[in-house]
Every structure is written in structure tokens, then in C-alpha cells.
DNA sequence: ACCTGAACACCGTTCAAGT
DNA sequence: ACCTGAACACCGTTCAAGT
């Protein structure tokens, strides 16, 4: 890549990481080029679609999950293991608004430049849950799709601006739902 | 309201009822105006926001939920009664795409024309949630409000497409962490 | 190679002008 | 009273023209 091109893409990511922290997932990306004080057509050189720009914003933090779930699974109970991804999980999806319906979309639409990160996320949590379920501290009806459905529902309540105050305690009854057995206990 | 004032209004909402239904609740307003061979000024007229077409939409079906709930509360087992209203009331709920996020914003903001139709749902469920709790048959360490958030974020899990096979399964699987069966009969 | 911005086809919303 | 559609300020996306 030139260097003028890497100037104005990391100015790119940059600029649409506050546009997006600020307006969503469907922010306007006219706007991002604009504060980035780049043509609109670089930035679709860049990033070609919006799922693109997002992927970029997000491949750090899918990445680093990823790598830490291989710790976990070796250092920790399958159960607390399990717990520990699901947070990290749910954080990711609803760090920028709206990026939920982007996420669930992609998972079966390999064209999605998003694709690959919800595979990772999906394809991690499915085997901490199978290991949690071979332990037996999970329930076994469900399976890892199902799992990735429930992150991503607990990341769109996570979303809304009126549920601010009640998303920890339905994190608590959801995966106190995948993870029967006493309370759990999520707060410090 | 002068006849052909009627008539506009009733073609607008035939026409929306399609079109919201093809394109979810983020459809072209434009698009609903020019199919009803209506000038776009009059669309505004009859519905001043976007929220005020889409509650026209759901009425009749909120207001029918909550007739049926009424009568659930007399001639069914408290469980059973919110098993029923659940159902009904994520199938209202996702009806149309992604009307989901809309009601959820309703709730607290007094001046959306929905409000009034989300604040029906949620009292009846508080209502019958209530009475399960009290029958102890259903979980205690939730109010109206977190059951409220549930029914929402199913009618978002059913909004997605990649989740149509097993999104009946979600349902079982968070209705019955509301209302646990006899697999909870545990010390607490 | 890479960048730019005009061009095109759309929106939502308002409001003067018509009947 | 009610209807109309132009007008305005925005979009996303493409692509010829520039360096």
C-alpha cells in the first residue's frame, strides 16, 4: 500500500470509529469521508461496503476474543469459561449500535466481508459450549448456533437505551439459562 | 372526517400493510404514498410520523392481545395464560420487520404514537406475569419490565431470517426460563 | 496506483399553492 | 378541509477525469 493510501485509510478508521461509536451501524458514510477530509470515493476504494468498514472496526476485538477463548479453555472450568466468552461475546456485538442485524445476516452470507468474524465468534462458542455440555454444567438442547443467537439477541437488549439499566440482570437470566445450577452471580 | 379524506386513509393503510410487510418498518414512505396514488403531503397528514403509521398498523392486533388476555386471566391456569399471551405477543411483535426496536423506544418516550399501544402490552404482561408469580409458576426475580424485553428481543430473534428454523426454540428456551418446569425442582 | 467529486437515483420532511 | 407536488437537504453508489 502507498503511503499516502495508508494515510488515508487509517484517517478512515479512525474518523469512522467516532462516527460510528456515535450514530450506528448505519451511520453515514458521506459524513466519515467528509470528517476524514478524504473523496467519497476513497473511502469506497478502502472499504467497499459498509460491512467492510464495520468488519475493520470490529477484527481487532473478534481476534483478540478468539485468542483469548484458547486460553480459557485450558486454564479455566468449562462453566466459568463459557461465562467469561459470553461477556466478552456480548460486548463486542453491541459495541456500536446496531452492528447485531449486520452480524446475524452475516453468518450465512459468505459474500459478507463480515463473514469471517462470525464464524470465529460462532465456531469459539460452540466449543466452549460443547465443552461445558460434556462437563455437564450446560444444558444440551441447545447447540452453538443457537448460543451465537442468544449472544446476539442479549446484544441487541444491550442496544436499546431504555433497557440500560436491566441488561446485566438479563445477561444473568439468559445464560442463567444455559448455565443452570445456582445464581450466576455475575456481579464483583 | 370528509369521505374522500376516508378514502385516502384507508388506502394509504391497505397500501402500507403490503409494503411494510415487503420492506420491514424502515420502508420507503415515498414508495407507500405514490402506490396509493396519493400526494406525499397527504401520507404526512393522515400520519405525521412514521411511528403513527406503523401504530395504525398494530392496533387492531394490540388491542385484540389484550381483549384475549383479559378473558385468559379468568378461564386459564396462571401459566398457561402467560405461555399464551407470550406467544402472541412476540407474533405482534415481529409481524412486521423491524418494528421491534421502534415499540422498544416507545416505552419511555411519551410522545411516540406507539406508546400507547406498548404501554397496553406491557401492563397486560405485568398483569399476568403477576399472577404466575403469585400461583408460583414462574420465576420472581423478574418484573413486567424484563419480561417485556424478552418478548422483544424474540420478536428480533424471529426478525432474522438466518434464525427462522430455530427461532420456535429460542422461544421454549427463554419461556421457560420464565416459567420453569419441573427440571428447576432444586434447593435454591 | 490512487484520489477526487460530479452525477444519478433515491430518501424524509415541509409548505405554498391549489380545490 | 383537504390535497398536491415542488423544494430543500440529505443519502448510497458509481465512474470519468485527474495526479
Redesign the interface.
Known sequence: MRADAKKNYDRLLSVARDVVTEHGADASLRDVARKADVGLGTLYRHFPTREALIEALLRTEVDGLTAQAAGLEESSEPKEALLTWLRGSVAITHEYRGVT?LL??A??DSESALHASCVALHDTGTRLLDHAQAAGVART??DG??LF??V???A??YD????AL?AD??FD??S??VL?GQETARSA
Open positions: 442485524g446475524m445476516a453468518l450465512e438442547d441447545i448456533t443457537d443467537a442468544l446476539a439477541a442479549l441487541w437488549v436499546q437505551p431504555s433497557l436491566r440482570h438479563l437470566v439468559i442463567g439459562s443452570p
